[in-house]
């Protein structure tokens, strides 16, 4: 047994060696927050005095409401950077989106083409619109008045004043066929074309092609298979003012990619079209849905769009389309596209398919444009394989 004074002895050296440990481990505490801080610090520093020396105009606030100037300061602010300037998301943003370029179709010495903005004071919303350039001169002209959240696409020529396009400037605010009829001096031109409704579906027109002779256009717009542009957006807003969320699947795809699979499918409609003595076009007759009773999309889903996967013939009277057969739940294991044409100078058109023979993939047809019975497709020859080669095929 120990003395008193041993035992004290001992229990002061435990409390000392405990004491000294605690004191270490503070000591490493601070030596670690304080290296963090230094590690997060300089670099915070760096990037500041880096901004502090960036010569850019600081960007206007917000306005209260948007307006035409907006517009123009794209250009503008880059032409403020007179030294290096670091590009980030923002400045990405503020960059033009030039795209679709299509030739004058007589001289082609002009080229229409669309724009889109965003709003640059606060980079919230967006605008595309029609533009025009002279080749030679380098002129170019904004055909269309910008609004915030409207976006003009899908624009053909027609003929040399007259443009067909898709546009959200209806006042549903739904995508509908609108025509621009251009002046004979489209260089002189001081204010906005103002563009004239063709259609007024109570559904989104989402693809547009026209033919060569512009006698024929086909449109898609989402549909219940067996039911018209009409009648489906009557269920659709049965459907929502009943407030029900449930629905029921039975086969496959229940989602694809992005968007669940709930009944309406991308269809192709066709009508004969002419111009009304004020050189309006107007459709001859109700379009023919050439898909209808068909579960299936076209262009197909996700990534299908009219312009390579439909083409009308050199005379416009035969159509081409791209579409899947995905009637049944083998889709979801199936990379089966099919080609399928159309007589359109038949009291009755009905699709035909010319590439069933072949269980993989066969898209983009394009037809000769001087001949209707010829041909050219890519294909694919192993079913089930996405990555397999595609080749391009004829057929007459």
């Not at 307006?67 to 300037?85: E, F, W």
């Not at 260089?187 to 989104?204: H, R």
């Not at 496959?252 to 990619?257: Q, T």
């Amino acid at each position: 047994m120990l003395s008193p004074g041993t035992e004290y002895l001992l229990n002061n050296g435990d409390r000392h060696a405990s004491s000294k440990l605690k004191t270490k481990t503070y000591c490493w505490f601070i030596f670690v927050f304080l290296l963090g801080a230094v590690v997060v610090l300089i670099p915070a520093l760096i990037i500041i005095l880096r901004k502090a020396k960036c010569s850019g105009p600081v960007p206007p606030p917000a306005p209260s409401a948007w307006n035409g100037s907006d517009y123009l300061s794209n250009s503008d602010y880059y032409k403020q950077l007179t030294t290096i300037h670091d590009f980030s998301q923002i400045h990405n943003l503020r960059l033009d989106r030039l795209s679709s370029p299509r030739f004058h179709p007589i001289n082609g010495k002009t080229i229409i083409y669309l724009r889109k903005q965003y709003h640059m004071p606060d980079l919230n919303g967006s605008s595309t619109t029609l533009h025009w350039i002279d080749l030679e001169t380098n002129k170019t002209v904004q055909l269309t008045r910008p609004i915030w959240g409207i976006n003009d696409q899908q624009f053909y020529w027609t003929d040399s004043k007259t443009i067909l396009f898709l546009s959200n400037r209806a006042e549903s605010s739904l995508n509908q066929i609108f025509q621009l009829n251009l002046p004979d001096d489209v260089s002189a031109i001081g204010n906005f074309l103002d563009p004239i409704q063709i259609t007024n579906y109570p559904l989104d027109i989402d693809n547009l092609v026209v033919n060569r002779q512009a006698t024929r256009l086909a449109f898609s717009c989402q549909v219940y298979s067996n039911l018209t542009i009409q009648t489906t957006a009557d269920r659709q807003a049965t459907e929502k003012a009943s407030g029900s969320l449930v629905y029921k699947f039975d086969k496959l795809f229940i989602r694809h990619w992005d968007e669940f699979m709930l009944g309406p499918r991308h269809h192709p409609f066709i009508v004969s079209i002419e111009r009304d003595a004020k050189k309006i076009f107007r459709f001859k007759s109700p379009p023919t849905d050439v898909l209808f009773g068909i579960d299936s999309d076209s262009p197909t889903r996700p990534f299908g769009d009219a312009k390579s996967q439909w083409s009308f013939s050199a005379s416009g009277n035969k159509f081409a389309f791209t579409r899947q057969h995905d009637e049944t739940s083998a889709v979801a294991w199936s990379t089966n596209l099919d080609i399928f044409t159309v007589d359109l100078s038949t009291t009755n058109p009905q699709p035909i398919c010319i590439t069933c023979e072949n269980l993989a993939a066969d898209t983009d047809p394009s037809y000769s444009p001087i001949d209707d019975e010829i041909l050219v497709y890519r294909a694919q020859s192993v079913p089930g394989y996405e990555s397999d080669q595609f080749k391009v095929k004829f057929y007459n």
